[in-house]
């Protein structure tokens, strides 16, 4: 019998073979270190993605997540301030907002999926203390037109949880706006083997508050000047993201390759909306992103035929039971609302073949 063929949605294992060697090697030297929690490993981390993405300081967290709420808390953002951000994207960009005590304001997307910049300047109000700009699936969001509509008070905080490595003007996102989230879960672009994140700025007093406020709220031991919390980076964690930072622009390089060669396979087919580059960005295809109609029969079959596929996000934020305390209902973000009945998420990773994209590209087909 021939075996049943299968397309995972993302190959995880395919990556790892390629450093297991160079992450056993430096996994060892953290546990021969006993260093186990921030110490030269995340040091020498912080430094080479601080470098990486173009800003003077890199604060390794726990987290994503963490990583929005420190940066939030630490420009000291919090009860009644309000936050704008996209409705369309993971739920930790508003969880981060309304942990901190602040108001999601959300607002619609564009047709590339990135927040309008015209809603933006319609929802901005003297309140409004930072705007998030989430660069999702893996391109940046247009950072240089919201600073325009919002002014210099305001800050900008990039969710770039899926863009490192990608470029807007050939500038790195985490580098884009004044301070910036990312996360290290192991599916993003830059994966760790757990749970990480990291704060990037470059202001250095800014920078100081998060190193604080990630440690208890001191950076020497029973300091405590501030009250923080426990959110660090550990040892491990950060031995084997420098080793895999080493191939990122490798490996995002094949994500585009990949990406080319979906839009040949699916190009000129009117039932199928490929992803839209904005101009002077570099994507990085964290996620491969098409919309049909008909998605929930079309997403079923594509499982029934083996294709792992994915729905970034099924609902926007303000239809989420947990944001329902905003009050907002359908309708509010027609956008946003449509995008996510019709979105569908390919198989994206680096290492996925050929064959492999034929396969997914001639299922899809099949179910239109
Ligand atoms: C993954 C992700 C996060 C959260 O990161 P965690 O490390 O899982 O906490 C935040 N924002 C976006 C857009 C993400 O994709």
Not at 179 to 190: C, E, H, R
Not at 224 to 234: A, C, F, I, Q, Y
Not at 250 to 267: C, K, P, S, T, V
């Amino acid at each position: 019998m021939q075996a049943r063929r299968t397309v995972p949605f993302v190959d995880l294992a395919w990556q790892t073979a390629r450093i297991r060697e160079v992450t056993d090697a430096a996994i060892a030297r953290v546990i021969d270190s006993s260093a186990f929690i921030l110490g030269d490993a995340a040091e020498a981390f912080e430094r080479s993605f601080a470098s990486y993405c173009g800003v003077d300081h890199c604060l390794g967290v726990a987290n994503g997540t963490d990583a929005l709420e420190l940066a939030l808390e630490a420009v000291g953002v919090g009860g009644g301030d309000e936050v704008i951000l996209p409705a369309n994207t993971f739920a930790a960009t508003a969880e981060a907002v309304a942990r901190v005590g602040a108001v999601p304001v959300l607002v619609d997307c564009t047709d590339d999926y990135l927040i309008s910049v015209e809603a933006v300047a319609e929802a901005v109000t003297p309140r409004t203390r930072v705007v998030a700009a989430v660069h999702l699936y893996g391109q940046a969001a247009p950072v240089e037109a919201l600073r325009s509509v919002v002014g210099d008070d305001v800050l900008i905080l990039e969710d770039a949880a899926q863009s490192q490595g990608a470029l807007r003007g050939g500038v790195p996102a985490g580098g884009l706006g004044d301070v910036a989230a990312t996360s290290f879960y192991p599916g993003k672009n830059l994966g760790a083997f757990g749970d990480a994140g990291a704060v990037m700025t470059d202001d250095v007093d800014l920078a100081d508050t998060i190193r604080k406020l990630r440690n208890h709220g001191g950076i020497a031991r029973y300091e405590h000047s501030v009250v923080g919390r426990n959110s660090r980076l550990d040892g491990i964690q950060a031995a084997v993201l420098s080793a895999k930072l080493e191939h990122l622009d490798e490996w995002n390089q094949l994500r585009r390759d990949a990406a080319a060669r979906y839009g040949d396979l699916l190009g000129g087919d009117e039932r199928v909306r490929l992803p839209l580059v904005a101009d002077g960005n570099e994507h990085v295809y964290h996620l491969y992103v098409v919309r049909v109609s008909d998605r929930d029969r079309v997403l079923a079959g594509m499982a029934e035929a083996g294709v792992g596929v994915g729905v970034h996000y099924p609902k926007p934020i303000h239809l989420l039971p947990a944001f329902g305390f905003l009050g907002l209902g359908e309708g509010r973000h027609p956008r946003a609302e449509r995008f996510a009945t019709e979105i569908i998420s390919l198989p994206m990773y680096p290492g996925i073949t050929a064959d492999d994209q034929e396969y997914v590209v001639h299922t899809l087909r099949s179910l239109l």
